[in-house]
């Protein structure tokens, strides 16, 4: 890779974000590294609403022998996640489609979808209307939490699993939609911004099974009570992707 050309640079890869309207930020950052964690090799993955493209190559760069497909529709975003999967040593396993998620032709069942999808709900509209896309969930339409689990249940293959990332206060939201679906919710972290102040649940979501399993929960604290450095377990969970972290 040629030096200096990235707008955000990790350990393995780097990010351009100069065409997309979300650039990367700790939801995606976070969410990548914790499903690497936590799920145990999957060979087919989706990544559904990519952006930069940078959930795909977190995924890429751990599951070694996974096949991906990422799916975006933004122009912009697209742009810049061509350019990062092709400037990337694991793009040959990433396949780039820029198309409609709700409306594509897939062709696999995944053992793993993972998405960052839009999930503001408030009447607040962004004048960006790339950026409003980005981030709201339109319930009517759109790719938002409701139309990506509708997705995953219909994609997943039988042992498959979604991950995503939300806001903390549509938890109780969540945990109907999945039961609609026939879904489970296998894992479920609870994201503080610091010690006590939850912002965000990261969730592992399965096929309903004959024999029930508990949820497994946890809290992880990204920053210490005094919000100057990161927690040693954030630090831990992020530190094969962040440099100097």
Not at 19 to 40: E, F, N, P, R, Y
Request: glycine content about 6%; overall charge negative.
């Amino acid at each position: 890779m040629e030096p200096n050309i990235w707008d955000f640079e990790l350990k393995h890869f780097g990010i351009r974000q100069s065409s997309t309207a979300m650039k990367v930020g700790t939801d995606s950052i976070s969410l990548g590294a914790w499903t690497a964690h936590t799920v145990q090799a999957p060979n087919r993955i989706l990544d559904l609403g990519t952006g930069t493209g940078i959930l795909a190559l977190m995924m890429a760069q751990s599951y070694p022998l996974a096949e991906i497909d990422a799916i975006e529709l933004e122009d912009g975003a697209y742009q810049d996640a061509y350019y990062n999967i092709s400037n990337s040593i694991f793009g040959k396993r990433i396949s780039l489609h820029h198309a409609d998620a709700i409306n594509f032709p897939y062709r696999y069942k995944y053992d793993l979808i993972i998405s960052n999808p839009p999930y503001y709900t408030a009447d607040i509209y962004s004048s960006n209307r790339e950026r409003h896309i980005a981030r709201f969930d339109r319930q009517e339409e759109g790719l938002g939490i409701r139309t990506l689990i509708q997705i995953a249940q219909r994609l997943l293959d039988d042992s498959g699993v979604l991950s995503f990332i939300a806001p903390y206060n549509r938890l109780n939201e969540i945990r109907q939609l999945a039961a609609e679906a026939l879904l489970l919710i296998n894992h479920l972290c609870i994201l503080d911004s610091y010690p006590g102040e939850p912002v965000r649940i990261m969730l592992i979501l399965s096929k309903q099974q004959k024999t029930y399993i508990p949820t497994q929960e946890q809290i992880l604290s990204i920053r210490t009570a005094s919000g100057e450095v990161y927690t040693s377990e954030y630090r831990s969970l992020v530190s094969e992707f962040l440099c100097g972290i």
